[in-house]
């Protein structure tokens, strides 16, 4: 099997990107797609492997999905199983999503432990305790490793999160779109992409209200779509290919990019002198003019500066003029491509900060008997240069690629698919940049 890219670096990215749809919104939309009766249809749905792998999950359980230039027709009538199967399951992450389009059509569900990136501990009690609150009945069977829930009430109630989490907001929001009964959710995540599953809810009939951080739920008994759904665009690849610019003295426009989607990485990009032009007609140009100043960050929920983004720029400040601290709040292994940037010549060391309130400050769950390394301390140097390097996780990968990109010579990446499971056509997009890449 190929997977593994040979790059040859040192070639100035050059060109426009029309961005993908947000693989984050995608997945959540054809899981939401299960609660209805009738066929659903999504555009600018990306190609890409965990977007393949859920299709091939929901087409296990009787939910047919044709995927075809970016369109997706989702017809659930033909469901006719409550279980996930333990191999898919551990490939798709938000399958756990699938708690309330299950249980609305058979009553109980059976998932497993979820997949994924393994970049930290993720904080699943949370959605189990919101499950729990407002009904369902869970309980988790330690010799399959699967959650097993029946419904025997309508969903109803209010849950407080302990913590914003962007997969729990929109778990318990599929849970209660569908009843008799009323449901409100405190201190909810605010990411965009809850922001467009909420408007395809409410567009076929669902009655979803947004104050802030609380969400208002008044269940109903059916959703219907009157017009497609076109998917939000992908803010984690509008910043990879942002950061693509500035690794490697490029210029690269954005041509469909909604700036506001991206705030948090421009504010910064500015503070570190990095060339931006936001266009009139939509869509944002990023483009080198000098090495970036050393600019630190500090990881947070949005609209805070996004985990998703923060190993791109650890890339960015490896180059940078002086010394940078990064310092990782909301996952527990997201730092582990600095071990890679290392053999290509980054000046990076990983420390623990000392702080006051550790457990108020970090979003998994923090355990003061535990030893972390949630930091890095970055020391700019002029070049990278070219080396081996493996991929760890999906926006761990899409760095190592970006490093290599931007350095002179030949490198090769080991681990493609993990960053083709979030990445459409990477390999085109790259290329008809001006870059060398092939799959070997």
Same mark, same amino acid.
């Not at 990306?46 to 296990?60: C, K, T, V």
């Not at 190993?311 to 400040?317: D, E, N, R, S, V």
């Not at 690629?401 to 056509?425: D, I, N, P, W």
């Given at each position: 099997?190929?997977?593994?890219?040979?790059?040859?670096?040192?070639?100035?990215?050059?060109?426009?990107v029309?961005?993908a749809?947000?693989?984050n919104?995608?997945?959540?939309?054809?899981?939401?797609?299960?609660?209805?009766?009738?066929?659903?249809?999504?555009?600018r749905v &990306?190609?890409?492997?965990?977007?393949?792998? @859920? =299709?091939? *999950?929901?087409?296990?359980i009787?939910?047919? #999905?044709? %995927?075809? /230039?970016?369109?997706?027709?989702?017809?659930?009538?033909?469901?006719?199983?409550?279980?996930?199967?333990?191999?898919?399951?551990?490939?798709?992450?938000?399958s756990?999503?699938?708690f309330?389009?299950?249980?609305?059509?058979?009553?109980?569900?059976?998932i497993?432990?979820?997949?994924?990136?393994?970049?930290?501990?993720?904080?699943?009690?949370?959605?189990?305790?919101?499950?729990?609150?407002?009904?369902?009945?869970v309980?988790?069977?330690?010799?399959?490793?699967y959650?097993?829930?029946?419904?025997?009430?309508p969903?109803?109630?209010?849950?407080?999160?302990?913590? &914003?989490?962007?997969?729990?907001?929109?778990? @318990? =929001?599929? *849970?209660?779109v569908?009843?008799?009964?009323? #449901?409100? %959710?405190? /201190?909810?995540?605010?990411?965009?992409?809850?922001d467009?599953?909420?408007?395809?809810?409410?567009?076929a009939?669902?009655?979803?209200?947004?104050?802030?951080?609380?969400?208002?739920?008044?269940?109903?008994?059916?959703l219907?779509?009157?017009?497609?759904?076109?998917?939000?665009?992908?803010r984690?690849?509008?910043?990879?290919?942002?950061?693509?610019?500035?690794?490697?003295?490029?210029?690269?426009?954005?041509?469909?990019?909604?700036?506001?989607?991206?705030?948090?990485f421009?504010?910064?990009?500015?503070?570190?002198?990095?060339g931006?032009?936001?266009?009139?007609d939509?869509?944002?140009?990023?483009?080198?003019?000098?090495?970036?100043?050393a600019?630190?960050?500090?990881?947070?929920?949005?609209?805070?500066?996004?985990?998703d983004?923060q190993?791109?720029?650890?890339?960015?400040?490896a180059?940078a003029?002086?010394?940078?601290?990064?310092?990782?709040?909301?996952?527990?292994?997201?730092?582990?491509?600095v071990?890679?940037?290392?053999?290509?010549?980054?000046?990076?060391?990983?420390?623990?900060?000392?702080?006051?309130?550790?457990?108020t400050l970090?979003q998994?769950?923090?355990?003061?008997?535990?030893?972390?390394?949630?930091?890095?301390?970055?020391?700019?140097?002029?070049?990278l240069?070219?080396?081996?390097?493996?991929?760890?996780?999906?926006?761990?990968?899409?760095v190592?690629?970006?490093?290599?990109?931007?350095?002179?010579?030949?490198?090769?990446?080991?681990?493609?698919?993990?960053?083709?499971?979030?990445?459409?056509?990477?390999?085109?997009?790259?290329?008809?940049?001006g870059?060398?890449?092939?799959?070997?």
């Open positions: 099997m190929h997977d593994s890219y040979t790059i040859i670096g040192g070639k100035p990215l050059k060109g426009e029309t961005l749809g947000a693989k919104a995608s997945i959540k939309l054809m899981i939401a797609s299960v609660l209805f009766d009738d066929p659903v249809v999504l555009h &990306p190609a890409n492997r965990d977007n393949s792998e @859920l =299709i091939h *999950l929901l087409s296990e009787g939910v047919s #999905v044709k %995927l075809e /230039n970016n369109s997706a027709t989702i017809n659930p009538g033909g469901i006719s199983n409550h279980e996930i199967s333990l191999l898919h399951g551990s490939k798709v992450r938000s756990f999503l699938l309330g389009p299950l249980l609305r059509r058979f009553g109980k569900a059976h497993p432990n979820p997949g994924g990136c393994r970049i930290g501990a993720r904080p699943i009690e949370r959605i189990i305790e919101g499950i729990r609150t407002l009904g369902v009945a309980t988790y069977n330690h010799d399959t490793g959650y097993e829930a029946i419904k025997a009430k969903i109803i109630g209010t849950y407080t999160f302990e913590k &914003p989490t962007h997969t729990g907001t929109e778990a @318990l =929001i599929l *849970l209660a569908c009843g008799s009964a009323e #449901v409100t %959710l405190h /201190n909810c995540a605010l990411e965009p992409e809850i467009d599953l909420i408007m395809f809810l409410n567009n009939g669902a009655k979803i209200k947004r104050e802030g951080k609380s969400i208002h739920i008044v269940g109903v008994e059916k219907a779509q009157s017009t497609p759904h076109t998917v939000v665009v992908d984690n690849e509008a910043v990879t290919y942002a950061a693509m610019a500035y690794a490697t003295r490029g210029d690269i426009t954005l041509t469909n990019l909604n700036t506001n989607l991206v705030t948090a421009i504010e910064k990009i500015r503070e570190a002198g990095g931006i032009e936001l266009l009139n939509g869509g944002a140009r990023f483009y080198y003019t000098a090495r970036l100043r600019t630190d960050v500090l990881t947070s929920p949005h609209p805070g500066y996004m985990t983004w190993p791109q720029w650890g890339l960015l400040m180059t003029n002086g010394t940078s601290i990064i310092h990782e709040t909301m996952l527990e292994s997201r730092l582990n491509y071990q890679e940037l290392k053999k290509v010549g980054a000046n990076m060391d990983l420390f623990q900060p000392q702080i006051d309130n550790p457990e970090y998994f769950n923090y355990d003061p008997h535990k030893q972390y390394t949630q930091a890095v301390r970055i020391h700019g140097v002029e070049r240069h070219n080396g081996v390097m493996t991929v760890h996780d999906l926006r761990a990968g899409a190592v690629v970006m490093a290599a990109l931007s350095a002179e010579g030949e490198s090769v990446v080991h681990g493609a698919s993990q960053v083709e499971r979030g990445y459409e056509h990477i390999l085109m997009k790259v290329n008809a940049l870059g060398l890449m092939q799959k070997s």
